[in-house]
């Protein structure tokens, strides 16, 4: 069971790895870039119909483990209003059966979700900052493991494309800080088959994407125009 503590271990792990890294930058609280790092959890809202050949198997079900891991974005403002998301991340997941195959081992696998999201951010609230963001999600599935109780059938899922909102907010902090707080949800399927068995499934993981972590905005030019004047210094 995934908790607070373990969110709040990621945050922090993430936000001390940004802040090892921002003396070398120019905090803005108007930079056209917003890099941050966050603790997230991924939470599949997953559901499939699994079929033995051309037969569906009735009563049938599958559910996705949650998991909390430690994610990245990249935000880029073309105006104060306007801006384009990119967030990325790793993760190990696990399917389950659910309904008559109840706690069968459907094996594990690994996905890199980026997202990228257009997002209109509100600047009428001094350092309290909400947005909202509409965009796609592409899930890359890869070291798939085996299915215990399939006689260790090996699991393979087709990568998939689906549809992302989100919201969330950005409280200002000073110096170009802020602390972050994001929801996301994405509506995606993908096919499932065990090699070997004759068994597949269509699966939509659709999941819900929770995260907290800190911000630091910057512009870019001022971080190139720092490092020339520092070289130049220097001769």
């Not at 001390?16 to 108007?30: E, K, Q, Y």
Request: net charge negative; proline share 3%; aromatic share 12%.
């Amino acid at each position: 069971m995934l908790g607070r503590k373990s969110l709040a271990a990621a945050a922090l792990a993430a936000g001390m790895a940004l802040a090892a890294v921002s003396p070398a930058l120019a905090g803005t609280r108007d930079g056209n870039f917003m890099v941050r790092v966050q603790g997230t959890v991924i939470d599949p809202d997953a559901s499939a119909k699994v079929y033995a050949g051309n037969n569906r198997l009735e009563g049938t079900n599958a559910d996705v483990s949650t998991e909390v891991v430690p994610t990245m974005t990249l935000t880029y403002f073309f105006n104060k209003n306007l801006a384009v998301e990119l967030l990325c991340c790793f993760a190990k997941l696990e399917a389950e059966g659910k309904g008559a195959i109840d706690g069968v081992d459907l094996g594990d696998f690994w996905i890199f979700p980026p997202a990228l999201t257009l997002q209109y951010h509100f600047d009428n609230f001094n350092g309290f900052k909400p947005y909202v963001g509409a965009g796609i999600q592409y899930i890359h599935f890869f070291d798939e493991g085996r299915a215990s109780d399939l006689g260790g059938a090996k699991l393979k899922l087709d990568d998939a494309v689906g549809f992302t909102l989100q919201a969330g907010v950005d409280v200002e902090l000073g110096d170009g800080w802020y602390l972050n707080a994001d929801v996301k949800k994405t509506w995606i399927d993908t096919d499932a088959s065990w090699k070997g068995t004759g068994i597949t499934a269509k699966v939509d993981v659709d999941p819900w994407i929770y995260s907290v972590g800190i911000g630091y905005r910057f512009n870019l030019e001022d971080i190139f125009g720092r490092r020339s004047a520092e070289y130049a210094a220097l001769k």
